[in-house]
Protein backbone atom coordinates (compact mmCIF):
# COMPACT_ATOMS: atom_id res chain seq x y z
CA UNK A 1 0.00 0.00 0.00
CA UNK A 2 1.20 3.17 -0.64
CA UNK A 3 1.59 6.22 1.36
CA UNK A 4 0.50 9.69 0.78
CA UNK A 5 1.08 12.57 3.83
CA UNK A 6 -0.58 16.22 3.07
CA UNK A 7 0.49 19.39 4.80
CA UNK A 8 -1.34 22.16 4.67
CA UNK A 9 0.30 25.15 3.21
CA UNK A 10 -0.70 28.94 3.15
CA UNK A 11 -4.37 30.51 1.66
CA UNK A 12 -6.00 27.13 1.80
CA UNK A 13 -2.46 25.69 -0.51
CA UNK A 14 -1.92 21.77 0.48
CA UNK A 15 1.38 19.82 -0.08
CA UNK A 16 0.68 15.61 -0.98
CA UNK A 17 3.74 13.68 -1.00
CA UNK A 18 3.11 10.63 -2.49
CA UNK A 19 5.97 7.92 -3.37
CA UNK A 20 6.60 9.17 -6.58
CA UNK A 21 6.78 12.74 -5.99
CA UNK A 22 5.09 16.05 -5.08
CA UNK A 23 2.08 18.05 -5.71
CA UNK A 24 0.41 21.46 -4.74
CA UNK A 25 -3.21 21.50 -4.38
CA UNK A 26 -4.66 24.90 -4.41
CA UNK A 27 -8.18 26.30 -4.72
CA UNK A 28 -8.71 28.81 -7.63
CA UNK A 29 -8.76 32.84 -7.37
CA UNK A 30 -10.19 34.79 -5.68
CA UNK A 31 -10.42 31.70 -2.64
CA UNK A 32 -6.40 30.81 -3.49
CA UNK A 33 -3.93 31.29 -5.73
CA UNK A 34 -4.68 29.02 -8.77
CA UNK A 35 -1.05 27.67 -7.79
CA UNK A 36 -2.14 23.48 -8.34
CA UNK A 37 -5.37 21.72 -9.28
CA UNK A 38 -8.29 21.83 -6.50
CA UNK A 39 -8.71 19.51 -4.31
CA UNK A 40 -12.40 18.37 -5.83
CA UNK A 41 -10.55 18.24 -8.57
CA UNK A 42 -8.22 15.93 -7.63
CA UNK A 43 -10.76 13.72 -5.98
CA UNK A 44 -12.68 13.47 -9.63
CA UNK A 45 -9.51 12.56 -11.37
CA UNK A 46 -8.90 9.38 -9.26
Given at each position: MS?????SLERLQHSVVMENGT???DE???TG???GPDPY????RN
Open positions: TVTVQLISPPPDGAGLQL
